[in-house]
């Protein structure tokens, strides 16, 4: 929907999210493929946190950690998939200004979110690894409950910057979305106004910046992770000391080489048409391997889910 506002504007009050529509021989199958990954996610996602929850052995702060973590993608997909989800089996894909505004601000918050609580992850295994005789202080509840809640703030006023620059902006037509949900680029290319430009190298600048602070912070960590395992005598013990690591530092790797992918890669004249099928690998390939990674490069979590799950359903076996 469109209303003219004088000879050279109209001002957009809804949008079209073009989505897949370029592929519609491939919907369907677009359709069984991402639901039955969302599913998996929130399947995995909802196993993690039971498993957390029921084994007191794991009521530690990396767990409660991964907890938070769990919570935070399962509200970004959320934000995303399922709208998604309906457009691709849907004739009619029309979104209000404000579902578009509400969608890109849960999306950022939550996606943010979760760069955060990995950034505190891997603070987390610094403690652990590097000052382990303080570790007990330094992560008591109290402050695991504080780094969390401030992960969430720092989530929630990154979505609230980014959304209000976006949506302070006039979107003058037309009201086409080449992307399958509110996203930044795209909705700049349909905004007027002598900011636009401004905009968008702000935002991009706040989006790169955090990003990349947060990547910093858990390159640093690592680093001197690095250098504490190297001194430790034994094989087993470096081996051990690691492995507390590898399921935090593979999501990482993941997390931030999609991210880097879509925020540094070169704006070409097709880039939204890129942007479209790239979007997928950070909101339906990241979250879905995330759970995996978690359930089978960390021992004691798998052994948590084996215990207090197939325990149940073979207890003969167990």
Request: proline letters at 4%; aromatic letters at 14%; hydrophobic letters at 50%.
């Amino acid at each position: 929907m469109a209303v003219t506002l004088g000879r050279n504007y109209t001002f957009v009050s809804e949008f079209i999210l073009i989505g897949f529509s370029t592929f519609p021989h491939l919907q369907l199958m677009f359709f069984l493929l991402f639901l039955l990954m969302y599913l998996f996610t929130l399947l995995g996602n909802l196993l993690i946190m039971a498993t957390i929850w029921s084994e007191h052995s794991l009521h530690t702060p990396m767990y409660r950690f991964l907890c938070a973590l769990s919570i935070s993608e399962i509200f970004y997909t959320f934000a995303i998939i399922p709208r998604m989800l309906a457009d691709l089996l849907s004739a009619l894909h029309s979104i209000a200004l404000l579902a578009c505004a509400s969608q890109m601000f849960f999306s950022f918050m939550f996606g943010f979110t979760h760069s955060f609580l990995l950034t505190v992850m891997g603070y987390d295994r610094y403690v652990a690894i590097c000052h382990p005789l303080r570790y007990n202080v330094l992560m008591s509840p109290r402050g695991c409950a504080c780094l969390v809640a401030w992960s969430w703030v720092g989530g929630s006023f990154m979505g609230t910057v980014v959304t209000t620059a976006i949506f302070n902006l006039t979107f003058c037509g037309p009201s086409e979305i080449h992307h399958f949900a509110c996203h930044v680029p795209p909705l700049l290319k349909l905004a007027c106004g002598k900011n636009v430009l401004a905009v968008a190298k702000g935002v991009g600048m706040v989006c790169i910046t955090a990003l990349l602070g947060c990547f910093l912070l858990i390159l640093l960590s690592y680093a001197f992770i690095v250098a504490t395992i190297l001194k430790i005598p034994s094989a087993e013990g470096r081996h051990k000391a690691f492995s507390t690591c590898a399921s935090h530092l593979t999501v990482v790797v993941v997390h931030y080489g999609f991210a880097s992918v879509i925020y540094l890669k070169p704006k070409g004249p097709k880039s939204l048409e890129g942007d479209t099928l790239m979007g997928i690998t950070y909101t339906v390939l990241t979250p879905f391997l995330s759970p995996i990674i978690f359930s089978l490069r960390n021992k004691e979590l798998k052994n948590a889910m084996k215990k207090a799950f197939l325990s149940k359903l073979y207890p003969e076996k167990m």
